[in-house]
């Protein structure tokens, strides 16, 4: 697709500007700036493929000349702080030949910037490899001449006049005047302007060239497209990333489309579901299934549009586009799983919900009393390793016999002596008579840990099925109307709340039907889930 890059700013010498040197720059030539008696040649720029200076009619023909333009540019501006050049940056379409492209900018220079009387100096670059990036320089004069090709002052002083038309003085003494600039060059609304008849040029060219492709010079906000902007990487960081060298900015940007990929893939995902939906609604109908069953994919549109409205104020566009990103990841899922086992209301989710209950109760049940076997077995295969490694401090103690060496030994390991006896005790009473040593424990505990290991991967899917419907009905419990007996009286609460649903679920099926006229994507129009 056509790049919309059309950047627009200021060469201004309180910057460090300099217009000779920008336009050696761009030209490719080496030019002599006489304000600071500098050459400006930077032999290292490559992929210049194109240069020319178009001038209006009261502009001097030498002026045709780079060096001498320029020059008479900087003569012109004696301010420490005067604005040199207004430089355009511009994307050229790779779909259109270069000579095209060469036409089709120059077309566009005369008609907005040369025929209102600035001098435009126009650089066309196509770096290595040739016709992954053609785009063009372009520096503009920014004062006025008048017909002898004289430069005008960009701005006069206008005296604010009494109703008698006398010059009126301010509290110091001073005349009141106010600065009235001689064009409009630099009024704001020229940007949107010249954005937009770049866009009808281009859309021309491509047109005539019989290309579909178009190009819109708004944001994606304005076009209403849900899509993260890339940063822009300027040529150093350009040219890093071509050498192969990664970049925070290029990373970025691989993150960004990345991410906006992704947002394509849901959006086509969830284009076909849609269509999956209306037909459910249809279905819904011809068999007149009870009217105050509601369909579930109904109520999740109108869940996940009430959380994108939230987010509507947000200022972080990051934040709100991941949060965008995962709403729709989770729509997609939630939809899918429903379609592919033919839920379609809460009645239904319940029922698989019981299900999935049965057929996971036995394996729980299992895991459970496996887990209580490992319990006691590392709680044995503990106290069988401690009283091993404290029985010389027992047997040393039994083998004392003065009585008061022994009182003495005991005060001194008291604490493993207890620890002992506590072990000891352990043992006895939960073996028995049974003589399993500790590492004939170990290899059976080894062996329950695998069995678990076996059984939870064997529950795992249960389990995530379980937490998707858990978690669909909790985004939808609240939405769930009140179901009242045939021939019961309405309360006002309930005739009430009947009523707001309603009114949501004609919201959630304009959302569907406009979806249907509106998406690029539409199944009908292109056929399949992209993936």
Not at 10 to 35: F, H, N, P
Not at 235 to 249: L, Q, Y
Not at 506 to 528: E, L, M
Request: charged fraction near 35%; hydrophobic fraction near 30%; aromatic fraction near 6%.
């Amino acid at each position: 697709m056509p790049c919309p890059h059309y950047k627009i700013k200021i060469a201004a010498r309180s910057a460090g500007a300099c217009s000779v040197a920008g336009a050696a720059y761009q030209s490719g030539e080496k030019l002599y700036d006489e304000r600071t008696h500098e050459t400006k040649n930077y032999p290292e720029k490559t992929g210049i493929v194109y240069t020319q200076i178009l001038l209006p009619e009261s502009a001097p023909p030498e002026y045709s000349d780079r060096n001498t333009l320029w020059n008479a540019v900087e003569k012109s501006e004696p301010n420490w702080n005067a604005q040199l050049a207004r430089r355009i940056e511009i994307a050229l379409p790779i779909e259109l030949p270069m000579e095209t492209n060469i036409k089709m900018l120059r077309e566009h220079i005369q008609e907005q910037f040369v025929s209102k009387g600035m001098i435009a100096d126009i650089a066309i670059h196509d770096p290595e490899p040739p016709g992954h990036n053609p785009h063009a320089h372009v520096m503009l004069t920014m004062r006025a001449m008048d017909k002898d090709g004289k430069w005008l002052p960009k701005s006069r002083r206008e005296y604010e006049l009494d109703a008698n038309g006398n010059r009126i003085k301010d509290d110091k003494g001073k005349w009141k005047f106010r600065k009235v600039f001689t064009t409009d060059w630099d009024n704001r609304e020229n940007a949107e302007k010249w954005r937009h008849a770049w866009e009808v040029t281009q859309n021309k060219y491509l047109e005539a060239a019989h290309r579909p492709e178009r190009i819109s010079m708004k944001s994606y906000k304005r076009q209403g497209i849900e899509q993260i902007p890339t940063v822009h990487m300027g040529p150093a960081v350009t040219a890093m990333e071509r050498r192969g060298i990664k970049t925070n900015i290029g990373n970025l940007n691989r993150e960004i489309k990345k991410k906006n990929s992704l947002i394509r893939s849901i959006k086509n995902a969830i284009s076909k579901l849609k269509e999956w939906i209306s037909d459910i609604t249809l279905a819904i109908k011809e068999v007149e299934m009870d009217p105050k069953e509601v369909n579930l994919v109904d109520l999740l549109i109108i869940r996940f549009d009430e959380r994108s409205q939230d987010r509507s104020d947000w200022s972080n566009i990051y934040g709100k586009q991941n949060a965008a990103i995962k709403d729709l990841r989770n729509f997609s899922d939630i939809v899918s799983y429903l379609r592919e086992h033919d839920i379609t209301n809460v009645t239904d989710l319940d029922n698989r919900l019981t299900t999935l209950s049965q057929f996971a109760a036995p394996i729980r049940e299992e895991i459970s009393d496996i887990r209580e076997s490992v319990k006691q077995i590392e709680s044995m295969v503990e106290h069988l390793d401690r009283k091993a490694k404290l029985d010389p401090v027992h047997d040393k103690y039994e083998k004392i016999h003065w009585k008061g060496r022994k009182e003495k030994f005991a005060q001194e390991h008291r604490e493993e002596l207890a620890a002992w006896k506590k072990s000891d005790k352990y043992i006895k009473t939960y073996m028995k008579n049974q003589t399993y040593t500790s590492q004939e424990l170990k290899e059976h505990l080894s062996s329950l840990k695998a069995k678990l290991k076996s059984l939870n991967s064997k529950l795992k899917p249960y389990q995530e099925e379980t937490d998707l419907l858990k978690y669909t009905k909790k985004l939808v419990k609240d939405l769930i109307p009140e179901l009242t007996p045939e021939g019961e009286k309405l309360t006002p609460e309930i005739k009430s709340e009947k009523q707001s649903l309603l009114k949501k679920l004609a919201a959630a099926q304009k959302i569907v039907d406009a979806n249907k006229a509106n998406n690029p994507n539409h199944p009908k129009k292109n056929k399949g889930i992209s993936r």
